[in-house]
Structure formats: structure tokens, C-alpha cells
């Protein structure tokens, strides 16, 4: 997940919804063992236990076996803004459900613990921490900072299961300024930066979803449509076309990076070379170098650049960036590079700011592509085999 500051302004049949899934809150004792245990999973509650029962009672059998593993479809809801998409789960006895990121440029799995002082009014879980675990820090790019224990509690992916993830005691000022109730990272095992292992590895061990793969889908608010999903243990193969998807390899350990071939503004190829690029639905920009933001900005027409190195563009932009991945060009609809207006204090009338934006973080190589460009394609991320999909929308 990045986040960036504008100074001028603030193919499986057999599948579970989630939206669907039956989920009451259970008054159960968190399990004792630790955090690297396989996870324990039980059909959605019923109500035939008692308010007392134990973990063990609710779970029932260890596992599922692998040929009962599922895709699960998690709706995803878009920020305000553009980014980021939030999915909602239901966690141990709160009976609300929790608004949680889902990060692809992340790994950990975090919420709100009761304890920690600056939640406010947010969702929060009242697990006890592990026993023989101990307190964990972590950063995000942009200096947020977070203390986390480890706790278990039971968490609806259609199914309840007793998994291990972080709970936040201790979150910096710009972590809880922001809206979500937690992170749910999606980043390859390498990028953890706690003892936990990524949701997506726990859910396929556990043999809830059938491999360790993931497919996004972000929608776009102006469309009015709200048909973002990621898909857990698999594709949804009515939203791209399948015939067209392209398959590139993980160059990174820690994040989803692909090989940037190149990068043009209508018909001229204005970035050649190559660039590394970081998939992350946690963020709405196309972050660059300063040098490769001026570049791109010089072909936008009635681009402007302000005094602190930021960008803006005519509201009504007509441009089509295009982004070249795996031997095939993506284009980005232009009504994507563009997003809030410009403030008043910009005297500027008609601006909004560039969805493209210089990072000064970035080395000259790097870039990083949030919902902007993630919206226009779906995309599959593959940790059996360490692939990237990028495939058209339907």
C-alpha cells in the first residue's frame, strides 16, 4: 500500500459468495495454539451451539479436504476517491462487520485491537494475543507505523475459520487518520513484515480455496456499476477475456512487479526502456521518478505543473496513457487520469489533479500503478507459479 500526499489538496464451478454467507457473532473462547497452526474450519453458524461453546465445539472437524475447496468471491466496495476497495468481514463475536483494505502491495493482515488508544470509533477485536508471541512493529512506504500482536479468532470467508492474523494496539497518526478498520495484504509471503503468513497461503493450506491465486476486479465509481470483487483461490472468467490474458513473471519477492516495456500518450512513445512496475489496488496513482512524471506530462495536453512538483490536468482530458506489458499495450481510460479538482487557491477553474504523480521515493526505474491503471484490466496474481495475468475486461 502507498500512500501519497498532494499539498495542494487533502475458472472454477464450484464457488462460495461471501456476500451471501451466513455469518452470527459467537460467543467463543480463542484457541491457545499457535499461529502456525493449519486452520480450523466450520461451516457458517446456525445457531444449534450454545453462547458458551468453545472454539473446538463451533469448528468440529480440523479441515476441509482439498477436493472441497472452493473459490471464494469477496465483494469489494471503492473508497471515496477512486481507491481504496474495501472488502467487509465478519470477525470473532463484534457483530459489525469490519471495513478492511484489500492491498495488493502488502502482505500482513491487520485490524483494530480494543486496546489501542487511537482506534476511535472503529471496529476493534477483543482477542488475547497468543500465548509465547510477542509485540511486532511494522511500516508502511509512506512512515505509517503500527504495533501489532498476534491473536485468533474466527473470520467469514463463507466459511468461519480460526485463523491467526495481527491486531493492532498502537497505530501512527497518518494510519488512523484514514478510513479502514484494517489491511488485508495480498503482496507475496516476502513482503511480510510480521510471523504471520499471508491470508491467501493460510486459506489454501487449510483447503478452503483450491490454490494459492487471486483475481481482481476494481470497479470504477463514475460507472454507477460497484462490480469490484477478488476472487480467493481462483478467476472469475465472466469478467475478462481469457483468450486474450497475458502472463508475465513476478520479478519481485516482497511485491507483484512486472517488467514495463514502455509508455505512450496517444500514439507517441514517450517512456522506452524498461521500468518495474508495482501492482497495488491500495493506492489510486501512477506513481514515477519526478523525470518520467515531467515526461509523460509533456505530451498531456494543457498539463500543468505546480510549484511543489505536482500535476494537473484539464478535468475533461482526452488523453489515453498506455502501458506496455508483456509484449501487449493496456490502455488506461482517460477519464482515469484525472480525478479531484484542483482547489480554489490553484485559480485554476476546470483542473483536476493528474492521477499520474512523482514520488520522491521512486528511483528512476520504479514505478508503482495503483486503481488508476488497475481498473481498465483484470488481473491475476499467482503464487503457485510467481505469475501476473493481465487480461481485457468484458
Sequence with gaps: MQFLSIILAAGYLASVEIRNARAHPLAATPSQQGHDDILRIVDPYDGSNGPNSTVNELLGSSSLRRRDAQVVFVPLDIGEGGAPYFASLRIGTNPNPFRVTADTGSTDFWVYSSTCPTRGNKNSVNASPIPGTSTESFKYENGGELDVRTVRELVDFGKLIDM???????????????????????APAGGAQTRVRPVVDLLAESGLIPERVTGWKLSRGIDGKNDGEVVLGGVNPTKFVALSMVTVKNIGTTRWQAS???????????????????????????????????????????????????????????????????????????????????????????????????????????????????????????????????????
Design 260 to 394: 514495463l516495456e514502455a509508455a505512450s500518450i496517444g500514439n507517441t512513445r514517450v517512456i522506452n526502456g524498461p521500468r518495474v512496475v508495482t501492482l497495488d489496488t491500495g493506492t489510486l496513482y501512477i506513481s514515477t521518478s519526478f523525470a518520467d512524471a515531467q515526461a509523460l506530462h509533456a505530451f498531456i495536453p494543457g498539463a500543468v505543473a505546480t510549484r511543489v512538483g505536482h500535476y494537473l490536468l484539464p478535468c475533461n482530458n482526452r488523453a489515453v496513457l498506455s502501458l506496455s506489458i508483456g509484449g501487449t499495450s493496456w490502455p488506461v481510460d482517460p477519464r482515469d487520469l484525472v480525478n479531484g479538482p484542483a482547489p480554489p487557491e490553484a485559480r485554476l477553474p476546470g483542473y483536476c489533479f493528474s492521477s499520474i504523480q512523482p514520488l520522491r521515493v521512486k528511483e528512476s526505474g520504479e514505478w508503482t500503478v495503483g486503481s488508476a491503471f488497475l481498473k481498465n484490466v483484470y488481473v491475476m496474481l499467482n503464487s503457485e507459479a510467481n505469475t501476473i495475468g493481465i487480461a481485457p475486461l468484458r
Design 164 to 186: 491467526p492474523f495481527s491486531a493492532a494496539t498502537k497505530v501512527s497518526a497518518s494510519i488512523a487518520s484514514r478510513p479502514e478498520e484494517g489491511i488485508m495484504g495480498f
